[in-house]
């Protein structure tokens, strides 16, 4: 007895787990197969397909382990691998420009509250510094204009009075004078001496009195057997005022010479000219 219940239970239950298997395979889904059932299986089998249908339970014997119930989803409902969806398609949209409105000119015055504003003259710039006008300066005063003015008549301690002392002019002046014109020059160029030629008259324009009187000087000159300068007049002795001295200087250039005398030598000769003032001393006022 004991033997037979083994022998039922374990080729029940083997019998039982191969149904079961069988079932399940049956209700898997093909890859083929519709959400139908098809016309030709068995009522037994359309039973199991059918929606919610579950496998009946069979009681075995106490010895037995109860099988759980085995839960088999319809065909119709079977659980397929969602077809993947292709991505939205995302269609921007062109930017759209806008441009700004143009600016509304301001709204004009209304004349009514027009004001009349006063002109102002331009600021002058800072950087400009207003300067007086400079006078220019005046032109020197020309020699004749300084004989006028008693102020040029200053007493400048450099008269000899050599034209009375001829010893003294010929011994002391002339070898100097004739050293310093002769000074570079070939033999034939070096001046020798000359004679005394007529008075240099220069006159005194004014009343006043002078203090000491003019004194009477002396002017040289080099002279080529043309009668021409060869040189510039020099001022040998002064008539103590400088104004008077340069008076004469510019008569001996203006004067005129004659040919020379014909001598055995070509050099020029040497001359001086006696300054005389013409100062009224016993008419002037002091």
């Known amino acids: ?25 049956l209700a898997w889904p093909m890859p083929e197969s519709s ?70 000119p301001p709204p004009a015055p209304s004349p009514s509250r027009v004001e009349p504003v006063e002109a102002k003259p331009p600021a002058p710039p800072t950087d400009v510094v207003d300067l007086e006008p400079v006078p220019p300066e005046p032109l020197p005063a020309t020699l004749d204009e300084r004989l006028r003015d008693l102020g040029q ?22 070898p100097g004078w004739l050293e310093t014109e002769g000074e570079g020059l070939g033999d034939s160029e070096v001046p020798v001496l000359g004679a005394k030629l007529a008075p240099l008259q220069v006159t005194y324009p004014l009343a006043s009195c002078l203090t000491p009187a003019p004194a009477e000087g002396l002017v040289g000159v080099i002279v080529n057997a043309a009668g021409q300068l060869v040189k510039e007049p020099v001022l040998l ?36 000219l006696p300054i005389q003032v013409q100062y009224d001393g016993a008419n002037c006022s002091s």
């Open 1 to 25: 007895m004991g033997k037979r219940s083994l022998r039922w239970s374990g080729g029940g239950l083997l019998a039982l787990i191969s149904i079961g298997l069988h079932g399940v395979l």
């Open 153 to 174: 008549y200053q007493f400048n301690q450099q008269a000899k009075s050599l034209v009375a002392d001829e010893v003294a002019f010929h011994t002391a002046v002339v």
């Open 35 to 104: 959400s139908e059932a098809p016309e030709s299986l068995p009522e037994s089998l359309t039973e199991i397909t059918a929606p919610a249908a579950t496998v009946g339970v069979l009681r075995l014997p106490a010895a037995v382990k109860p099988v759980e119930t085995i839960a088999v989803a319809p065909a119709s409902q079977s659980p397929q691998a969602p077809a993947p969806k292709a991505p939205p398609v995302v269609r921007s949209a062109p930017p759209v420009v806008r441009s700004a409105p143009p600016a509304s």
């Open 237 to 272: 002795d002064s008539t103590g005022y400088t104004v008077l001295d340069e008076k004469a200087l510019e008569l001996a250039l203006q004067r005129s010479f004659g040919p020379q005398a014909s001598s055995p030598l070509p050099n020029p000769r040497a001359h001086w």
